[in-house]
Nanobody, 121 residues
Framework: QVHLVESGGGLVQAGESLRLSCAAS????????MGWYRQALGKQRELVAS???????NYADSMKGRFAISRDNAKNTVYLEMNSLKPEDTAVYYC???????????????WGQGTQVTVSS
């Protein structure tokens, strides 16, 4: 059993910053890629950023330069620092992780419950 728990969402004004956190817990053997996705009302879920266990990062073009993803492997936690937020960044942000679990070394794709980020103009 694996759980991803996000925190840090909220309501901010345009131009402000937020930091999201996502902690994975459970029968974890190893975590490969961790990432953040978002889904705005009426739109499809889209990748925001991802990071491998080795620290290689990947960003959606519209987030480059404003958002920064990082992770603490010892804490099984991934972070998303969001700066210069815009109203169009308003969405539910979901944590995602590819995790190998004990004892059978089964690899699965896991999602958090989502955290709302609202940016007012």
């Amino acid at each position: 059993q694996v759980h991803l728990v996000e925190s840090g969402g909220g309501l901010v004004q345009a131009g402000e910053s937020l930091r999201l956190s996502c902690a994975a817990s459970g029968n974890i053997l190893s975590i490969n890629v961790m990432g953040w996705y978002r889904q705005a009302l009426g739109k499809q879920r889209e990748l925001v950023a991802s990071i491998t266990s080795g620290g290689d990062t990947n960003y959606a073009d519209s987030m480059k330069g404003r958002f920064a993803i990082s992770r603490d492997n010892a804490k099984n936690t991934v972070y998303l620092e969001m700066n210069s937020l815009k109203p169009e960044d308003t969405a539910v942000y979901y944590c995602n992780a590819v995790i190998t679990t004990k004892p059978r070394w089964t690899t699965g794709n896991y999602w958090g419950q989502g955290t709302q980020v609202t940016v007012s103009s």
